[in-house]
């Protein structure tokens, strides 16, 4: 599978999950159509794409203390309009040892980000898949997902009964979201510098 159709698999497989009663709620109801609207774009080659691989020969090296083998490739999204450029999405699909992970980062039309997916091990169909809602730069949903023999089991979190754990993985995923964005605006400002 080509990485284009891997991570199309993956959007689709990891967003047609979404919990049930998060639909009746207004907000959530439509960050998370937004994100099937940016799927969508991203699977009809609507949007521009930047892809970037870090440690692309982290085989030679050994990396991250222990780790002899860690490499990222990244995807980033996003539109040209009127040569106004808009981030819309960001994959991190990573190679960690044995494992590798997932992370999709979705941003507003502020370019704050909206949704963060991550799962930490996508060859190990038991490990929980995590989202993070925001709004501005406020939890405001959490859920986990992890498959067991019984089926997917969900747990889901709002505003009224967050734990500490949740908040400060939240807050990590907020920095990580805003760093990956920080990259990108980066590389555009390098891109259109003037030759």
Not at 55 to 62: F, I, L, P
């Amino acid at each position: 599978m080509t990485p284009k159709t891997t991570i199309i698999f993956l959007l689709f497989a990891v967003f047609m999950s979404v919990p049930a009663f998060a639909q009746d709620d207004a907000m959530l109801s439509s960050i998370f159509k937004y994100n099937d609207v940016v799927n969508g774009d991203i699977a009809a080659d609507k949007l521009y794409s930047h892809r970037i691989t870090l440690n692309s020969e982290s085989a030679k090296v050994r990396f991250w203390g222990r780790m002899n083998k860690y490499s990222e490739n990244v995807t980033c999204y996003f539109e040209l309009k009127e040569g106004v450029i808009s981030l819309k999405k960001i994959i991190i699909l990573a190679d960690i040892t044995d494992r590798q992970s997932y992370t999709d980062l979705l941003y507003d039309a502020n370019g704050n980000p909206s949704l963060v997916f991550y799962t930490n091990n996508l060859k190990n169909p038991g490990a929980s898949n995590d989202r993070y809602v925001y709004s501005g730069k406020k939890l405001i949903y959490f859920s986990t997902t992890k498959n067991t023999d019984l089926g997917a089991v969900t747990d889901s979190y709002d505003e009224t009964n967050f734990e500490t754990k949740q908040i400060n993985d939240a807050l990590t995923m907020l920095e990580k979201a805003e760093n990956y964005k920080k990259a990108f605006e980066a590389l555009v400002k390098v891109q259109l510098a003037p030759q």
